[in-house]
């Protein structure tokens, strides 16, 4: 749960909520967290399964707000959350690490334009077992090869830390 007195808190579930009501691909018919999308349901979205919507914890919100920015590939939007150092970046076969954010946004947004957005679905955001202050999430990204009509999907590893605030991104991992 957000903890009502943290103006991050507080934040975050603003965030939580506008992402939810404002973006076509995180919008959702069910206040659920997570939400099982059978094929054939008329609003449903069969393609990902199981996909977070609302957020019930600020570590949700972090991961919404991230993807939301990484969809419009929003260079203020994925600052924002970036780690102030260290970043570790693993894209197709390019592995950096040690970026500073600023460095992790313009190689995240290079990539990106190689791509036609399609989609961007969180499907799972959890705390490290046994390290309160560790988190993951999973991201399911689907896109079109620009200029061609090939579709891709991908799953982006997020690595989250919390801070005394707030979670911050220091890993984002494209897997196949």
């Known amino acids: 749960m957000i903890r ?8 975050l579930a603003l965030i939580a909520i506008v992402l939810a009501v404002a ?3 995180l919008n959702a018919a069910s206040p659920s967290l997570l939400e099982q999308n059978p094929a054939g349901d008329p609003g449903a979205d069969a393609e990902f399964g199981d996909t977070i919507h609302v957020a019930s914890s600020e570590l949700e919100a972090a991961s919404l707000a991230f993807a939301a920015a990484l969809a419009g590939r ?10 102030s150092e260290g970043i570790r970046l693993h894209l197709e076969g390019t592995s950096h ?4 954010a600023r460095q992790a946004v313009a190689s995240l947004r290079e990539f990106l334009r190689a791509y036609d957005h399609r989609s961007t679905v969180v499907t799972r955001a959890a705390p490290v077992e046994d390290s309160p202050d560790r988190g993951f999430a999973e ?15 991908r799953t982006l590893f997020l690595g989250l830390y919390r801070d005394s605030e707030r979670w911050w991104v220091d ?5 196949r």
Do not use: C, Y
Request: overall charge negative; aromatic content about 4%; hydrophobic content about 40%.
């Open 4 to 11: 009502t007195g943290s103006a991050i808190g507080a934040t």
């Open 23 to 25: 973006a076509p691909d």
């Open 74 to 83: 929003s260079r203020e939007g994925l600052a924002e959350w970036m780690g």
């Open 97 to 100: 690490a040690g970026l500073s």
């Open 139 to 153: 991201v399911r990204w689907s896109a079109r090869v620009s200029g061609t009509s090939q579709e891709i999907e």
């Open 171 to 175: 890993e984002v991992r494209l897997l």
